[in-house]
Structure formats: structure tokens, C-alpha cells
DNA sequence: TACCAAATTTTGACATGTCAAAATATTACA
DNA sequence: TGTAATATTTTGACATGTCAAAATTTGGTA
């Protein structure tokens, strides 16, 4: 019924959504795509016709009810695919982005809710974004970054959202992953720098683009 | 590189070039992949050019290396996956077929490989259907068939050809399975008719056509 | 050997998704 | 408020895969 094209649509708009209520501009979501702006504004005019956005020229587009619960579940399905791919097949959270990008526009219904059972029905992925439920419901927690948390004591990773894979190796190899906790020696706005502490001992310089995608929970 | 849609027919062709070497028709593929002939002599004329198979108009067409080389990773890919929602997923073997369908084009090799692995580097998929290797080779073993097999004793079913889910379940509510022991009661030429007893007691009546899909191993 | 039926190929059309480049609208600023 | 820079949309073209229907080839048979 809905292409993998327009689920790839769809979902960017969502993503997008899900951090600001602005209408979202068609040379953002080319730019995310990596498509033409002309190419965009293409298809925003076929999802408009299939009612799943609204879409006002020059002012942007929106998700409509339909759209969004669509969005929801191709969100779902990359999420607990990923989440199966490392902790069923073992590969590694830097790799799963990818794949995942392929499945979950092969992965049927059955498939699907069978390695949600399996993976005991979870809430996050394994960079700690949350998984929509069966419903299409996403409940997205607010958490500080390393840019934006308080200073001293011990932070809690709980997610990571730049998920380009060699963001995420390097972090692995510093030992800050979903989970794990760390410090921040020394934090500089001027010098756009962020400098971490993993419980391995390994100290870690962040410029602050990077440094804002580790999001953690301060230390009770 | 190559489409979902180009692995679909050089997967078809495969098959069909798996049970005699004549050149294969494009109206045959064409019923096959249930398009339009018009449609089927197009898409010859693509892979073609592409070197994947040779093809003489109104003569037929033929795999070249390449193309056999590509159509048995394709298939290689469908039976692990097969074989992996069986074994690591829990599916009902009606079901996977037609999963794997979609599947077979969104797998990577690194997770392929992982399933594979992971299964311990099986030689045959839930139907019995031989595995190619990661080299793309295929060892078609020969068994008869539950019209062609010896009368009297036990058999052991081995590989069941025709993957229609409604004729598995079937077969499944009787006990008739690869690895599982049969035995012919009758077989009536005139009548078209087989009817085979498993080891569960149940008698099943089948006709001529898909008993010639159940192969078995004579009883030693 | 000539013709007919069946299979195959060709033709013209369409759907989806894409781009480059031209045309147009919006916005910011002078 | 007028204009220039920027963003967006439109236009025309192309690639892939598909169909229906017309044209052609093949192969068997009279």
C-alpha cells in the first residue's frame, strides 16, 4: 500500500515533529533525505492527496492523524529491529542504524511483533530512543545533554542520538553507551568544548555538537 | 545495484534452470512472476544487457555466470531466513515462505551472515530445500517422491517442494514433516490417488500432484 | 508447402520517484 | 518600502517496471 519511499517520508517528518511543533519546511526534509528540493516538494504534494500531511506552499508541511500513526510504526518497527539486531544477533548498536533502515520496510506485522515479544516488549532501543507502542503512542522523555546538565558528580547515560556509526564506535570504545556512567571534568563554552570521564578512566574531548547528542540523567 | 525486482527474476530463472538445462521460455516467467509476457521479454532484454543471462529472442533465455552467481545468493539468502524464523523465531514453516519473499531483499551480508551462524551453517531450509553456500554453489540431492518411491516400509520425508501455506499446514496437522517417517498405504495410478499414513496413525488422501511435492528417503 | 494457432515481441501508455534548471514567492535589510 | 538574497515551486526530462493490445514469429498440420 505505502511505498518504502513515503514511509521514508513519513518518518523523517516525524522525527522532525517530535522536536518542534513548527510546521516543517520542504528544504529541510530534502536535506534530511538527501533528495532535491524539487523532489520534496513532489512528494508533499502526493502525501497531501493521500491525507496523511498537510501541506500549505511556502509555509510547510504537518503530519495529519494518519499520517502520524503511520509514521509511529515505521519509527517502531526501525526501533525494535535495531534492538533485536544487537541483543538477539549480537552486532554491534554502531552497525544497527543501517540495517535497520533496510528491515523495517520488509518486516511484516507477524515478524515484528514476534521479536517484540522476544525482546520481553521493551520501551528503548539500543541508543536508548524510545519504541512507539503497538498503538503508535511514542512518549519521549526529557533528559539534559552533557552540554546542558549540571556540573559534578556522576551522570547516567541514557541515550545517544547521533547515531552515525563511527560516533558510536568511538563512544563504545570510551565505555559511554545506555547504561553506563560518567563525569564531566571540564566543560568550556568558548572552546566549544566538553571534556567526559568514563567509569574506564579514559577521558573523552567533545566538541559541543557532539557532546549535546549524549543525553544523561544526573545523579540522584 | 541490482533491484529487488531484477533478483526476483534471476531468482525465478534459477529455479527453473535447477530441474533441466533447456533454455527456459519468457512466457514461463512471466506466468511465474505473474506479470504480463510483454513485460517478462522487456526486463530479458535488461538483464541482458546487463550480462546476467543470454537470450535469443523467441529461443529462450539462459543464466550466465554472473547471473547464476547473484541468483543463488538470492536464494541462499531466502532459505536462511527461512530457516532462521523457524528455528531462532518460533514461526509455523507455512508462514516463513512468504516472509522471506520480502525479506530476502533487505538482508545485508553481515546480517545474513550472523543468521547463519547462528543456525550452524545449515545445509537445508525448514522444507528440506538445499542451502547454497556463501559461494553460490547448490547441491541438489536426488529423492524420489511419494509417487515415484518404492511401495512398502517406512519413508523418510525429506524435503516437501511445494510451499503453498495451506498445503503445509496440512501436512503439518499430519505429522508429515522433513525428518518425519511415512508410510505409503496405497497408491492407485488410475486414480490419481495416494494415501499415505504417518507416524501419528492418521491416514491422509492426496493426490497425484502434490504427493510428486513430498520427497522422501527409502527406509533402510 | 502453405496456413493457422499459439507464443513472443513490439508499441504506446502509465505510475512512481528522481534531478537540474527556470520561475516564483518570501524574508530580511537597507 | 523597495530590493536583493534565499527558499520554494514549477517545468521538462529521465529511469524503472508495469500493462493492454497490436504486430510478428514459430511450429505443427493439412
Redesign the pocket.
Known sequence: MT?S??EDYLKCIYLIQTRSTDPI????IASQL??????A??????LSESGLITYE??R?VRLTQAGSKLAAHVLRRHRVIELFLVEVMGLNWSDVHSEAELLEHAVSELVLDRMDEMLGRPSVDPHGDPIPSPRGVLREKEYPSLISCPLGGLLKVVRVTDQSANFLRLLERHGIMPGKEVEIASREDAADSVIVRSSSGKALHLGFRPAASILVEPGE
Chains 1, 2 share one sequence.
Open positions: 511505498s519511499t513515503v519546511s520542504t528544504g529541510l538527501k533528495v532535491a528540493p524539487g523532489t516538494t513532489a512528494m508533499m504534494k502526493t506552499p511556502y510547510g
